[in-house]
């Protein structure tokens, strides 16, 4: 995570990257601990922002964007077809 001021920025939503899926949730959109941590930052009033590609959404754009809203105050949405 990186610090920008009074935000984090954690880095990324899901991803492929090297061959394998990294994610903030476990598979599904099932809650994990560094999810419930997040949360629960988020709750406490921490502004909390994420990357988000189209490209890569775990079950579907709605239900992946509800999810992402309980632990972001911001979202990046990446555009473009790359």
Partial sequence: MANCGEKIDVWTW?????????????????????WDGLVKRHASGMRLFTHLSP?????????????????FTDLFVAAGTG
């Fill in 55 to 71: 490209q890569s959404l775990e079950v579907g754009l709605e239900p992946d964007l509800a999810v992402v809203a309980t632990a």
């Fill in 14 to 34: 899901r991803q492929l990257y090297k061959g394998q899926i990294h994610r903030l949730m476990d598979p599904g959109l099932k809650p994990n601990a560094l």
